[in-house]
Protein backbone atom coordinates (compact mmCIF):
# COMPACT_ATOMS: atom_id res chain seq x y z
CA UNK A 1 0.00 0.00 0.00
CA UNK A 2 0.94 3.71 -0.68
CA UNK A 3 0.87 5.89 2.54
CA UNK A 4 1.91 9.57 2.76
CA UNK A 5 3.02 10.63 6.19
CA UNK A 6 3.28 14.14 7.55
CA UNK A 7 4.06 15.41 10.90
CA UNK A 8 4.69 18.89 12.38
CA UNK A 9 7.70 19.20 14.47
CA UNK A 10 5.82 17.91 17.86
CA UNK A 11 5.25 14.68 15.67
CA UNK A 12 8.73 14.58 13.78
CA UNK A 13 10.17 11.73 16.16
CA UNK A 14 6.65 9.47 16.37
CA UNK A 15 6.32 10.30 12.68
CA UNK A 16 9.80 8.89 11.83
CA UNK A 17 9.43 5.81 14.02
CA UNK A 18 6.32 5.16 12.14
CA UNK A 19 7.89 5.49 8.55
CA UNK A 20 10.43 3.09 9.28
CA UNK A 21 7.92 0.65 10.43
CA UNK A 22 5.46 1.52 7.47
CA UNK A 23 8.65 0.32 5.08
CA UNK A 24 9.37 -2.63 6.98
CA UNK A 25 6.11 -3.86 6.64
CA UNK A 26 6.88 -3.73 2.81
CA UNK A 27 4.60 -0.19 2.54
CA UNK A 28 5.48 2.32 0.06
CA UNK A 29 5.95 5.54 2.21
CA UNK A 30 5.26 9.22 1.20
CA UNK A 31 7.04 11.54 3.81
CA UNK A 32 5.72 14.70 3.07
CA UNK A 33 7.55 16.04 5.95
CA UNK A 34 8.93 17.89 8.45
CA UNK A 35 12.47 16.59 8.61
CA UNK A 36 13.53 17.96 12.02
CA UNK A 37 12.29 19.04 15.07
CA UNK A 38 12.93 22.68 14.19
CA UNK A 39 9.43 24.18 14.47
CA UNK A 40 6.80 23.90 11.91
CA UNK A 41 3.65 24.30 10.81
CA UNK A 42 0.93 21.42 11.22
CA UNK A 43 -1.38 22.12 8.49
CA UNK A 44 1.43 22.59 5.40
CA UNK A 45 1.87 18.40 6.29
CA UNK A 46 -1.87 18.05 6.21
CA UNK A 47 -2.38 19.41 3.19
CA UNK A 48 0.04 17.56 1.86
CA UNK A 49 -0.41 14.38 3.12
CA UNK A 50 -3.82 15.17 1.64
CA UNK A 51 -3.67 16.26 -1.35
CA UNK A 52 -1.13 13.31 -1.93
CA UNK A 53 -4.49 11.15 -0.83
CA UNK A 54 -7.13 13.12 -3.20
CA UNK A 55 -4.60 12.59 -6.26
CA UNK A 56 -4.32 8.82 -5.84
CA UNK A 57 -0.54 9.00 -4.63
CA UNK A 58 -1.32 7.42 -1.86
CA UNK A 59 -4.08 5.16 -0.44
CA UNK A 60 -4.18 6.12 2.96
CA UNK A 61 -2.74 8.87 5.18
CA UNK A 62 -0.97 9.39 8.37
CA UNK A 63 -0.71 12.65 10.21
CA UNK A 64 1.44 13.31 13.99
CA UNK A 65 1.11 16.68 15.85
CA UNK A 66 1.51 17.29 19.67
CA UNK A 67 -2.04 16.19 20.53
CA UNK A 68 -3.56 14.87 16.55
CA UNK A 69 -6.22 17.61 17.66
CA UNK A 70 -4.56 20.75 14.84
CA UNK A 71 -3.44 17.99 11.92
CA UNK A 72 -7.24 15.79 12.37
CA UNK A 73 -8.89 19.55 11.49
CA UNK A 74 -6.61 20.99 8.98
CA UNK A 75 -7.38 17.55 7.20
CA UNK A 76 -10.45 17.22 7.39
CA UNK A 77 -10.85 20.90 5.80
CA UNK A 78 -10.12 18.74 2.61
CA UNK A 79 -13.20 17.40 0.61
CA UNK A 80 -13.21 13.44 0.61
CA UNK A 81 -10.69 13.57 3.56
CA UNK A 82 -12.29 11.36 6.48
CA UNK A 83 -9.48 11.74 9.37
CA UNK A 84 -9.75 10.21 12.40
CA UNK A 85 -8.21 11.33 15.35
CA UNK A 86 -7.59 8.03 17.33
CA UNK A 87 -6.39 7.19 20.96
CA UNK A 88 -7.10 3.08 20.88
CA UNK A 89 -7.23 0.19 18.13
CA UNK A 90 -11.23 0.14 18.79
CA UNK A 91 -11.34 3.66 17.67
CA UNK A 92 -9.33 3.33 14.94
CA UNK A 93 -11.42 -0.12 14.21
CA UNK A 94 -14.57 1.75 14.08
CA UNK A 95 -12.91 4.88 12.11
CA UNK A 96 -12.32 2.27 9.22
CA UNK A 97 -15.69 0.19 9.26
CA UNK A 98 -18.29 3.20 9.93
CA UNK A 99 -16.57 6.05 8.77
CA UNK A 100 -14.33 4.53 6.16
CA UNK A 101 -11.50 6.92 7.16
CA UNK A 102 -8.77 7.58 4.77
CA UNK A 103 -6.48 9.35 7.11
CA UNK A 104 -5.41 8.66 10.71
CA UNK A 105 -4.39 11.20 13.41
CA UNK A 106 -1.90 10.66 16.14
CA UNK A 107 -1.28 13.02 19.18
CA UNK A 108 2.72 12.42 19.85
CA UNK A 109 1.97 13.57 23.33
CA UNK A 110 -0.79 11.04 24.13
CA UNK A 111 0.25 7.94 22.12
CA UNK A 112 3.49 5.96 22.40
CA UNK A 113 5.07 4.46 19.45
CA UNK A 114 3.57 0.40 20.57
CA UNK A 115 -0.06 1.77 20.31
CA UNK A 116 0.37 3.86 17.05
CA UNK A 117 1.86 0.59 15.56
CA UNK A 118 -0.88 -1.37 17.36
CA UNK A 119 -3.28 1.19 15.27
CA UNK A 120 -1.51 1.82 12.28
CA UNK A 121 -1.84 -2.37 11.92
CA UNK A 122 -5.82 -1.95 12.81
CA UNK A 123 -6.03 0.86 10.32
CA UNK A 124 -4.22 -0.23 7.08
CA UNK A 125 -6.08 -3.95 7.59
CA UNK A 126 -9.56 -3.21 8.00
CA UNK A 127 -11.93 -2.83 5.43
CA UNK A 128 -15.20 -0.68 5.61
CA UNK A 129 -17.97 -2.01 6.37
CA UNK A 130 -20.35 -0.78 3.40
CA UNK A 131 -23.11 -0.88 5.50
CA UNK A 132 -26.16 1.38 4.20
CA UNK A 133 -26.26 3.25 7.44
CA UNK A 134 -22.50 3.96 6.97
CA UNK A 135 -22.89 4.79 3.37
CA UNK A 136 -25.61 7.17 4.26
CA UNK A 137 -23.54 9.27 6.74
CA UNK A 138 -21.20 9.42 4.57
CA UNK A 139 -22.16 10.89 1.97
CA UNK A 140 -23.66 13.42 4.39
CA UNK A 141 -20.47 14.69 4.95
CA UNK A 142 -19.25 14.37 1.98
CA UNK A 143 -22.53 16.85 1.13
CA UNK A 144 -21.44 19.37 3.86
CA UNK A 145 -17.74 19.34 2.40
CA UNK A 146 -18.24 19.63 -1.25
Known amino acids: MRIAIGSDHA ?38 VC ?18 IGMSMAANRHAGIRCALCHNCDSTYRARTHNDANVIAFGSRYT ?7 MLQVFLGTHFSGEERHRRRIEHIEACTG
Open 11 to 48: GFILKDELRVELQRWGHTVLDMGCHSTDPSDYPDYAHE
Open 51 to 68: KAVLEGRAERGVLVCSTG
Open 112 to 118: TFLDARA
